[in-house]
C-alpha cells in the first residue's frame, strides 16, 4: 500500500521539501509503470480536461487549466506572449522635433505606446512596401508646440501654471484615417489605449510635429507588438496536514502561510487550524524554518493543474486574447500535421 502511495504521489504531485523540489520531471508516459495505461487516450483526456474562469474584468484574467502537460500550458503562455499580433507604431516620420528626447528616443517611445484597435480588422504590411494603405496601416499625426502662459502669477514656479502643452501626453496623438477608416471605425475607436502616458516635457518654443505608421505585427519580432503585460502559470498548490495542529500551534502555523491559506477554528473550546483555500498559498515554505511544524505538513503541487493569470495592456480584452491564442495553437498543430502527412507521402 505504501509503495502504491508512493508511485501515485509521484505520478500525481511536485513535492516541496525543506531543501528542494521532487518530482519536478513527467513520469507518467507510457510503460514507465507496472500496472498503469499510460498511453494517451482521447475519451479520456476530454473527460479530465476543463478549464474554469476564476475572475475576468476588463483588463486581467485568471482561469485553472486542469488535464495538460506543462509542455502544453507552456506553449499557450508563449503564443500569449509573443505570437498573438497587435497593432504599434512601427515607423515615425518626424517633420520638426526641438525637444530635449533625440528623434531614435522619441520614436522608441512611442512604438511602446498600445493602440486600441483590432489587429484582425487588419493584414500584415508586405515587406518593402513603404506607403502603407488602409487595410495595414493606421496613421497617427502628434503636433505640439509650449507656449508661456500670459495669464501665470508672476511669482509662480510651478510650470503646470507657467506653460501652456510643456507635457506632450498620449491624448495629443491624433487619428488620420487613411482611405475608408472613417467610415469603417467608429470616431474614438482608433485610439492609444491610455490618454495619460508621457510622451515627452517641453519648454517655450520647442515643439514636436511628427506623423506614425501603425502596422500589424507579433511579439515574437518586437516586444512592443505583445498584446498581454503578463501572461504566467503555476501549479495549484496542496497543502496537507499530517497530524492535528492545535492550540498555540495552530496560530502558528497560520502565521507560516500566507493570509487565508490557514484557518483556526475553535472546535469545543480548543484552536484547531484547518487547509481553508491552499490556491492563496506562494510556496514560501517558511513553514521549515519551524522545526516542530515542519513534520507535521506536507507542501506540494498538483501537476496538472495549471493556474493562468492573463494581463492586457488594453488593446484586446483577456478572454479575447485567450480565444486567439488557442486558435494559433490549433493552427500550429494543423500545420504539423500536415507536414507528417507529406513525409508519409514521400515516402
Not at 521532487?22 to 500496472?35: A, C, L
Not at 500566507?258 to 480548543?270: A, H, K, L, N, Y
Request: aromatic share 8%; charged share 25%; proline share 5%.
Amino acid at each position: 500500500m505504501a509503495a502504491a502511495q508512493a508511485v501515485e504521489e509521484m505520478r500525481r504531485r511536485v513535492v516541496l521539501g525543506e531543501f528542494g523540489v521532487r518530482n519536478v520531471h513527467t513520469t507518467d508516459f507510457p510503460g514507465n509503470y507496472s500496472g498503469y495505461d499510460d498511453a494517451w487516450d482521447q475519451d479520456r483526456f476530454e473527460k479530465n480536461f476543463r478549464v474554469d474562469v476564476v475572475h475576468m474584468d476588463e483588463n486581467s484574467l485568471e482561469f485553472d487549466m486542469v488535464g495538460i502537460d506543462a509542455a502544453i500550458a507552456n506553449a499557450f503562455r508563449r503564443i500569449l506572449l509573443a505570437e498573438v499580433p497587435t497593432m504599434a507604431v512601427e515607423k515615425v516620420l518626424v517633420y520638426n522635433n526641438t525637444s530635449i528626447v533625440q528623434d531614435e528616443i522619441l520614436a522608441h517611445r512611442l512604438g511602446l505606446i498600445p493602440i486600441h484597435a483590432d489587429p484582425r480588422l487588419f493584414e500584415y504590411r508586405n515587406q518593402g512596401d513603404e506607403e502603407g494603405t488602409e487595410i495595414d496601416t493606421l496613421q497617427f499625426r502628434l503636433q505640439v508646440r509650449c507656449t508661456r502662459n500670459p495669464h501665470a502669477a508672476k511669482d509662480s514656479s510651478d510650470p503646470n501654471e507657467l506653460y501652456v502643452n510643456h507635457k506632450v501626453y498620449t491624448r495629443h496623438m491624433t487619428w488620420v484615417p487613411l482611405g475608408n477608416q472613417a467610415d469603417l471605425f467608429p470616431e474614438g475607436t482608433i485610439r492609444p489605449v491610455h490618454d495619460d502616458i508621457l510622451i515627452a516635457q517641453l519648454r517655450p518654443g520647442q515643439e514636436i510635429d511628427l506623423l506614425m505608421h501603425c502596422v500589424k505585427g507579433i511579439g515574437k519580432d518586437h516586444a512592443k507588438f505583445s498584446p498581454v503585460a503578463t501572461a504566467s502559470y503555476r501549479l495549484l498548490p496542496d497543502i496537507t496536514l499530517l497530524e492535528p495542529v492545535e492550540g498555540d500551534a495552530a496560530e502558528e502555523l497560520s502565521r507560516c502561510f500566507s493570509p487565508g491559506v490557514i484557518e483556526v477554528q475553535e472546535i469545543q473550546g480548543t484552536k484547531v487550524a484547518r487547509v481553508a483555500s491552499p490556491r492563496l498559498d506562494t510556496s514560501s515554505r517558511e513553514v521549515f524554518r519551524n522545526e516542530t511544524l515542519k513534520k507535521v505538513v506536507r507542501l506540494a503541487r498538483v501537476r496538472n493543474h495549471y493556474i493562468f493569470s492573463v494581463e492586457s495592456t488594453g488593446v484586446l480584452p483577456p478572454d479575447v486574447l485567450v480565444s486567439e491564442a488557442i486558435k494559433v495553437l490549433m493552427g500550429k498543430c494543423r500545420r504539423f500535421l500536415d507536414e507528417l502527412d507529406a513525409v508519409q507521402m514521400d515516402w
